[in-house]
């Protein structure tokens, strides 16, 4: 593909309920990573694939939190039973080698 | 603990202004260091830099490395309105995971 598209761009739910965000890399790259950005600061690390292995999720705040990458491609960042701390923008990122490219996020706003 | 740190944290200018922007970090493991450029949408790749004292240039916009005392900078000469926005440095780490961590970015606002 072109570049890393995620969806939704925008997602407004309410406490306890569950989300799935999704990323979608550029084609060929082997890398996924996960970031969450709160206004203002640096985007952090939550987790990263290989492929459709999941080689660190050290940056994941708890086990609400999960990531799968069935098919090497395509990525799903799950959060369970949503808090209003979750509110962030969640970014995806994929490397082939070089440099990580972002895509545009999921804005998460838990009500 | 990694941590990078960039300063200034927000800079006013003119536009036709140069400005210098800095990054130092303390990590280990070291890969690379990244600059990405942040508006209202996706960081942006601008430069990646490996090796010390060899300058990256793109139009308007360079940057060097400096390995031994942990920085690098960020050069834009003849600034222009279009060059707003929120610039990151990320240190791309190894350690058996990889991942960025990144400093909390410097807000540039060039004034017309």
């Known amino acids: 593909g072109a570049g890393v598209s995620q969806s939704p761009r925008y997602k407004v739910t309410k406490r306890g309920q569950d989300v799935a965000l999704r990323c979608d890399p550029i084609?060929?790259?082997?890398?996924l990573y996960w970031y969450r950005q709160a206004l203002g600061q640096g985007p952090e690390f939550l987790t990263y694939?290989?492929?459709?292995?999941?080689?660190?999720k050290s940056g994941l705040p708890n086990d609400r939190f999960s990531a799968e990458r069935p098919e090497g491609s395509i990525s799903t960042l799950t959060i369970q039973r949503t808090e209003q701390r979750d509110s962030a923008m969640y970014r995806c990122?994929?490397?082939?080698?070089?440099?990580?490219?972002f895509g545009p996020g999921t804005r998460l706003t838990v009500l | 603990e990694d941590k990078v740190v960039q300063s200034p944290l927000s800079l006013v200018v003119h536009e036709g202004d140069t400005v210098t922007l800095n990054c130092s970090y303390e990590?280990?493991?070291?890969?690379?260091l990244l600059w990405y450029k942040q508006e209202k949408k996706a960081p942006t790749f601008l430069f990646m830099l490996?090796?010390?004292?060899i300058e990256k240039k793109s139009g308007r916009l360079s940057s060097i490395l400096d390995k031994k005392e942990l920085f690098s900078i960020l050069n834009i000469t003849a600034t222009q309105t279009g060059d707003s926005a929120v610039y990151l440095c990320?240190?791309?780490?190894?350690?058996?995971?990889?991942?960025?961590?990144f400093g909390q970015g410097t807000r540039l606002t060039i004034n017309p």
């Open positions: 990122a994929s490397r082939g080698g070089g440099p990580q490219y």
């Open positions: 990590v280990t493991n070291f890969r690379s």
């Open positions: 694939f290989n492929y459709e292995a999941q080689q660190d």
């Open positions: 084609s060929g790259h082997v890398s």
């Open positions: 490996t090796s010390s004292g």
């Open positions: 990320a240190v791309f780490i190894i350690q058996g995971a990889q991942k960025l961590v």
